[in-house]
Each structure stands twice: as structure tokens, then as C-alpha cells.
């Protein structure tokens, strides 16, 4: 035990004022000793790339305030904290809560986000070395409270927790609130042939067809990573992002200079998708490796072909994770099209703190009855997914 039992927390507005060693001792512990992390977002070298590459920072809307909790001297806790002006790029949406807040007379931004920006992938938020589990927790969620209420903050939100931090939180009195998003889950799959045979016959039968189609549109399709990923391939995958980000977005939210970072120091946690035809790069899918997941992230092309987007994005990661052994594969935000193609619905989890208690107490009742909501839709919508009732029988 530590004699000294006092938890100071410090703000910091660079990651460059922390080692990366004392950061991932807290976020990817179990990566310390080799391997991958479980959650290559919230690791020192991928927060630090959207830090350098000003895909976040001054005029961004994402201020950093990385919390660090020490306890005798040693980083014990973290948490990728962040001074939001407004909304974008979080995916767990609020807006309603911002104009209902406004229309009442009140300031809702700047708010604080405990956060992996841009990334709707769901991993711990409250970073803590083993063995300062509950102590740690508790300092970064009392520290995070503290920083709004005294700075006259409206709100402190952690998106996309876990589910035991949820749960930890809302003992805590934080506002647990439940969403849901589409992942593929590996039942031990031999082969894509073996996922196929898991389907009813009219949605194997279909995707065959989409694999088939796709593969058809007249070039070649690629899978890369580590070293086989060259400056050339960013290239190609900048043009397709700015197209992508361009429709969904209004601009991207990432900068050209991430994806550099991405090829110095995060090759090695990545996956590329690429479609060539006639010798140019066409379209590309771009993933994320964990320990047990494979995370896709973005996605765009330069030219349409029919149902290339779902061999890229959805067919290549489930190729991937299974001949990898990879537990399941988050395919991002939203998309009920990803039902018929094998991800089935599942929960995701943040926490909220609201200053004001009267609009704190209709947003919980808006919570209740959404958490209500959304265990009804996933109930149902696994009821229509593409697996054999006798398989969906199985499903917990």
C-alpha cells in the first residue's frame, strides 16, 4: 500500500506532458509486456496523433484536458478529457438536450467529454493501472464534476464506457444512458463459408450474390497492413475520406496530417481495404486492430460500384477476424443495413452529469424510457437478423 493516500489530479493540455509509458500503464496494461491493447484508441500514440496532426486542439471544438490521477507519486489513473464547443464528431447525439438547455435561457457549451473523438467504439473511458480500479475511477469522476461545476460548466459526458462503468457511474449518481450500434460476433467460425452456413438460406444465398457482384467490378481488392501500407496508400485513402466526410459531415473532421501519423507510429494497429481498377486506387476501407476486435472506422471511394462498399467494409472484416480470431467486429455508427450482412444489435453505454438538477431530472426520465425503448428495438431486431432460428435460439 501507498503511505501517502491523498489522489491529486492534474490537467493537462498535451499528452506531450505525460510519458507514453505512464499513459498506457493505464490504458492498455495488458499491452505493456507485447501485443496488441484492447482498445487501440485510448492508447498515448493514437490520442497524440489527433493532438499533433490538429485533427483536435485550437479552433477544432476538441480543447484536450487529459485528466491524470497520482496517488504517492505514480500515475494511477487517466482519462482522455476534452473542452467541447459544440457537438460533432461524438455519435452518442445530445443536440435535443443543447436546444431544449438554450431555450430555457441557459449556456450548454462549453461542456466537458470524456472521450475518444470521432470514434463511436466502445472501451474504457476511466483509464486505471491494476490494481486502482475503484480508487482510480472514483478520483477521475469526482476530478471530472469538480473541473465543470467550479468553471460553471452545464455538463460532464463519457461516451461510449463500458458497460461496468456504467454501471460503476450511475452508483456514483452519474445518468447512465443506453444506445446501440451493430457488431459481428465470431462463434468460433472455421471460414466465411462457415458464418455463411450459420445464415438463413435466402441471406446466404444474398450475400453470396453481394460477394460475387462486388468482386466483379473490374479490379482487384487488397488487405494491408504494417509495413505493406505505403505514403501512397494515404493518399489515395485522403481522397476518399474527404469525399465521405464531405456528404456525412460537411468536412472532414480529420486532418490530411493524421493519416502521416497514422503511417509513422499506428501502422502496425491498422488495416487497409483497397479497390484498384486500371491501376488507380478507387475505394478503401480503413480499420483498427485490438486485442480481441477489429474496429471499422471510414470508408469512400471515387467511384460507385455496386455492392463494393459492403465487401470492403463489412465481408473483408469478417474475413479478416476470423482468420485472425478476433472476437467480433464493431462496424461504427448506426446503419440497419449492417442487419442483413450478419451484425446483430447490441447495447452501448455513457454517463452524464448535468449541473442544472431540474433539466438533470427530465433528461433521466427521457433516459428511462429511451433505455426502454432501445431494449425493444434490439429485441426485435434480432428477431428479424439473417441467422437460422434454431442458431437464433442460441443467441443470449
Not at 470521432?118 to 493501472?129: D, I, K, N, S
Not at 460532464?156 to 463500458?162: E, G, I, V
Not at 486500371?278 to 470508408?299: C, H, K, M, P, S
Amino acid at each position: 500500500m501507498d503511505s501517502d493516500n491523498t489522489i491529486e489530479i492534474n490537467i493537462l493540455t498535451s499528452l506531450s506532458q505525460i510519458a507514453a509509458e505512464d499513459w498506457d500503464a493505464c490504458a492498455c496494461p495488458e499491452a505493456m509486456q507485447g501485443g496488441r491493447p484492447l482498445d487501440p484508441f485510448t492508447t498515448h500514440r493514437f490520442l497524440r496523433a489527433l493532438e499533433q496532426s490538429g485533427s483536435v486542439g485550437t479552433g477544432t471544438g476538441w480543447d484536450p484536458r487529459y485528466m491524470v490521477a497520482e496517488l504517492g507519486g505514480k500515475v494511477i489513473a487517466v482519462a482522455p478529457l476534452y473542452a467541447k464547443s459544440h457537438s460533432q464528431g461524438e455519435y452518442i447525439f445530445d443536440h435535443n438536450w443543447a436546444h431544449a438547455y438554450e431555450r430555457a435561457g441557459g449556456r450548454y457549451y462549453p461542456k466537458l467529454q470524456i472521450a475518444v473523438p470521432f470514434t463511436p467504439a466502445t472501451g474504457r473511458r476511466f483509464l486505471t493501472r491494476p490494481g486502482y480500479e475503484v480508487a482510480g475511477m472514483s478520483a477521475l469522476v469526482q476530478g471530472a464534476v469538480q473541473l465543470a461545476s467550479e468553471n460553471g460548466l452545464s455538463s460532464l459526458h463519457a461516451t461510449f464506457c463500458t458497460e461496468a462503468e456504467a454501471l460503476a457511474g450511475a452508483q456514483m449518481g452519474l445518468m447512465h444512458r443506453v444506445t446501440q450500434q451493430y457488431h459481428w460476433t465470431n462463434d468460433g467460425y472455421a471460414d466465411f463459408d462457415a458464418f455463411l452456413a450459420s445464415l438463413s438460406s435466402r441471406k446466404r444465398k444474398a450475400i453470396r450474390k453481394e460477394r460475387a457482384r462486388a468482386q466483379d467490378f473490374g479490379g482487384t481488392i487488397t488487405t494491408l497492413t504494417g509495413d505493406a501500407i505505403q505514403p501512397e496508400h494515404w493518399d489515395a485513402f485522403w481522397v476518399f475520406y474527404q469525399d465521405t466526410g464531405a456528404r456525412k459531415w460537411g468536412q472532414p473532421y480529420l486532418t490530411r496530417a493524421f493519416f502521416d501519423h497514422v503511417q509513422q507510429s499506428l501502422r502496425d494497429d491498422v488495416v487497409l481495404v483497397m479497390a484498384e481498377r486500371d491501376g488507380q486506387y478507387v475505394a478503401g476501407a480503413l480499420n483498427f486492430i485490438g486485442r480481441d476486435a477489429l474496429f471499422g472506422r471510414y470508408w469512400g471511394c471515387i467511384e460507385d460500384h455496386p455492392c463494393l462498399h459492403f465487401e470492403a467494409c463489412y465481408y473483408q472484416a469478417i474475413d479478416l477476424a476470423i482468420a485472425e480470431g478476433l472476437q467480433r467486429v464493431e462496424a461504427g455508427a448506426q446503419g440497419d443495413h449492417k442487419l442483413a450482412r450478419g451484425y446483430l444489435p447490441v447495447q452501448t453505454h455513457s454517463l452524464h452529469w448535468i449541473a442544472d438538477r431540474g433539466f438533470a431530472r427530465a433528461v433521466q426520465n427521457y433516459l428511462d424510457a429511451e433505455r426502454n425503448a432501445v431494449a425493444e428495438d434490439i429485441e426485435i431486431l434480432t428477431a428479424y437478423g439473417p441467422f437460422r432460428k434454431d442458431r437464433q435460439e442460441e443467441q443470449p
